[in-house]
């Protein structure tokens, strides 16, 4: 019963002092909704690198030739891979499947609209180890690929721009010199790193070399691991290329082998020490918003003496008054942290937007802002209300 009555009390005197109760609770929803903001921008953007990284394929490496060092340690040009060391790693290395790539620069065109683009000379497993499904049309059949036929397979963004939407399955364009069929569409893919991976045309890997690239040259080689060991398919194609390539002991490998889980796991950890840092910073908002709190709470003592010392006088008892102004404080910065989880998820909202990045909810973090909010209000709060519980009735009757 007399929680209750505390706790009306404590209501009242927040409706008698609006404006002084809204810049109390402003500081606080600043503090929480900075750090929800912060916090869920940090997790949005860790979400978009590991989604980006995921959109190229399941366990992928990525193989590619590089430079080498010579004699006296100079840097030298390294020869290229061709489509035998392709065949050797899918023939020698265990639970892999490999899919070597050409590619080349053109100009793709289809009546008067023309397209600056990338060819990707490519062969079945492509479609797998990249996980890149078509959605409309079909995929190259094996006469096709083994002869080299004039047929491509586009992307989304090649679509859009030659077609504008329009159906393109069984239209002819050109790439440069050469006119090909279009048998498919690829499914439309997220954007890596500020590149747009759905502008290319892919082609049979013999096409490519043969007939835009004029060499046998194999300019990547995508691995993917099947049974989900990266770290031991990573090696045993290292020992294989060197191997291959007569690279003696001590020498650098002239070709790199990146494992795509390796570096999305180096940039959430990036990430996460960003986000924990930018967390950091906001919570200062929600410290400063607690001392606010104590200075309003110690004004409101003040001004308040003479109505806690008729209280005090008719036989209130200190921690009444104590649990008057605590609640108080307590209700002024719940108030707050509520306001602020809503400021705060909707402006990680709106931020995630306007950047192009998946909004991402951390029920953990709005728990804890809201908690450590409520705990503000009481820790702040307390000296206010212990200093209001001491007051002499007497003293305090005769205060002006």
């Not at 860790?46 to 006296?72: C, F, W, Y």
């Not at 306001?339 to 953990?364: E, M, N, Q, R």
């Amino acid at each position: 019963m007399i929680l209750w009555l505390t706790l009306g009390m404590a209501l009242r005197a927040m409706v008698r002092n609006k404006l002084r109760s809204f810049l109390t609770v402003l500081g606080v929803v600043i503090g929480v909704g900075a750090v929800i903001c912060m916090v869920h921008l940090g997790e949005s953007a860790k979400k978009s690198v590991t989604d980006q990284i995921a959109s190229l394929g399941q366990n992928l490496l990525m193989v590619r030739s590089g430079a080498g060092r010579g004699p006296g340690g100079a840097r030298v040009a390294s020869k290229a891979f061709t489509v035998e060391d392709a065949e050797a790693i899918q023939a020698q290395v265990d639970g892999i499947v490999v899919a070597p790539t050409a590619s080349a620069n053109t100009v793709a065109v289809n009546g008067n609209t023309n397209w600056p683009t990338n060819a990707q000379g490519v062969t079945d497993e492509f479609f797998t180890v990249r996980d890149w499904p078509v959605t409309a049309g079909r995929r190259f059949e094996q006469a096709e690929l083994r002869g080299g036929a004039l047929v491509c397979i586009i992307g989304a963004t090649v679509h859009k721009e030659l077609f504008a939407g329009e159906e393109a399955i069984g239209a002819r364009i050109r790439l440069g010199r050469l006119s090909c069929d279009v048998i498919g569409v690829l499914a439309s893919k997220q954007s890596m790193m500020g590149s747009d991976p759905d502008d290319t045309i892919l082609l049979p890997l013999r096409t490519v070399q043969r007939r835009l690239a004029g060499k046998d040259d194999v300019q990547m080689i995508y691995v993917s691991a099947t049974d989900g060991g990266t770290a031991r398919v990573q090696a045993e194609i290292e020992r294989l290329l060197r191997e291959r390539r007569r690279i003696k002991d001590g020498r650098d490998d002239d070709f790199s082998v990146r494992d795509m889980r390796e570096i999305a796991d180096r940039v959430t950890g990036t990430t996460d020490v960003m986000t924990t840092l930018l967390g950091s910073i906001a919570a200062v908002s929600l410290l400063v918003g607690g001392i606010g709190i104590m200075n309003i709470m110690l004004v409101s003592v003040t001004e308040r003496t003479r109505e806690i010392g008729i209280r005090m006088a008719i036989g209130a008892r200190g921690r009444e008054v104590l649990l008057q102004f605590l609640l108080e404080s307590a209700l002024l910065s719940t108030l707050g942290g509520l306001l602020g989880i809503g400021v705060g998820l909707g402006g990680s909202y709106l931020a995630c937007d306007k950047l192009d990045l998946p909004f991402v909810v951390v029920p953990g973090i709005v728990g804890v802002a809201f908690l450590f909010s409520a705990a503000v209000g009481i820790l702040f709060g307390f000296m206010p209300a212990l200093k209001a519980s001491r007051l002499d009735p007497i003293d305090a009757l005769r205060h002006e």
